[in-house]
């Protein structure tokens, strides 16, 4: 703070400092671990002088790995990948000798929680799934599966384990995946796209008759935040399933009971002119991902086009 830096009021842990493309500075903090990034290197290496001026620090060099999350940089960009951490998770759960199926979760299965089949040990199903849910925060295509079956976990059944370890078995054909943040070539350019897509189904989950919400946000073609929840409370139609999920605050507004206040919140930021909202057909809604169980021509077409890329 004393450097110049402002806090950011939604990420504790963030810090930026410039306004200027070029000469903004981006500070991540945790605990006693610094990432660095600007639009040039001399402000980095300035911020470093000061630092060590003040503190005893070590200079560990580019970005290649932090908490798990795995940085290689391509001809296309760079691409942020945890096949480390999955290749343990899956060692861990023995797994590794599996054989790979091709998408996370199988088109037509019908999970709930009443399924009639033995229970299975509790605490290793929430190990399982707690170990998929980082998994995911490099792999938005697992978001989807992990979240149905993350349902169930105060009662785990063996058809729900089944599930569970399907996604092993796709994670474990899929090692090398994860996100391509392109390169950009027209560097000096201010002009930035940020795109979200929004959608849910209706009644979608067969004992409590609730709708999935899922989003998708896109920064510049490549994904920076993804969802697919259960709402909270029953739709009573499509549409209002889908003004559900299109509320854009979910800090705000996740505790509403209200489809009038997340409509006129939408209504809100459309009128400001921050928020231009398209109709979108269904076969280009990317969102489709996060909310039912796909063939595999069409899954690896989404998952291709939301910037998910093998990387080994």
């Keep these: 703070m004393q450097l110049g830096f402002t806090k950011c009021t939604t990420k504790h842990g ?4 410039g306004n200027h493309i070029a000469e903004i500075l981006i500070i991540c903090l945790y ?5 660095i990034t600007s639009g040039e290197l001399k402000n980095i290496q300035a911020f470093k002088e000061e630092m060590q001026a003040e503190f005893e620090m070590s200079d560990l060099g580019e970005l290649s790995y932090f908490l798990g999350m795995e940085f290689r940089r391509t001809n296309r960009g760079i691409l942020m990948h945890q096949t480390k951490y999955a290749t343990d998770v899956l060692k861990r759960f023995r797994m590794m000798n599996c054989n790979t199926v091709a998408t996370p979760i199988e088109v037509g299965i019908g999970l709930s929680q009443g399924d009639a089949d033995c229970a299975v040990d509790k605490t290793l199903y929430r190990q399982m799934i ?12 697992l978001a989807y599966g992990v979240g149905l079956v993350s349902r169930y976990m105060e009662s785990p059944k063996q058809s729900h384990m089944s599930e569970v370890k399907r996604i092993f078995r796709y994670l474990k054909g899929t090692l090398g995946y994860g996100i391509m943040y392109p390169a950009n070539r027209n560097r000096g350019c201010n002009e930035s796209s940020l795109i979200a897509f929004s959608d849910a189904d209706w009644c979608g989950d067969k004992t409590d008759r609730k709708s999935t919400t899922r989003y998708l946000f896109l920064f510049n073609n490549a994904p920076i935040s993804w969802c697919s929840k259960k709402q909270d409370v029953v739709a009573l139609s499509t549409c209002e399933s889908e003004y559900i999920a299109a509320s854009l605050n979910p800090v705000a507004h996740g505790r509403s009971k209200h489809i009038e206040t997340r409509f006129h919140y939408i209504r809100e930021q459309v009128s400001k002119g921050k928020v231009k909202v398209e109709h979108c057909k269904s076969e280009n809604q990317l969102a489709n991902l996060f909310t039912k169980p796909l063939k595999r021509d069409k899954f690896e077409k989404l998952r291709h086009n939301i910037g998910v890329e093998n990387g080994s």
Excluded at 14 to 17: E, G, S, W
Excluded at 130 to 141: F, H, I, Q, T, W
């Design 31 to 35: 605990v006693d671990d610094l990432l």
């Design 14 to 17: 963030v810090y930026v400092k």
């Design 130 to 141: 707690g170990s998929l849910r980082y998994v995911c925060n490099s792999r938005p295509d």
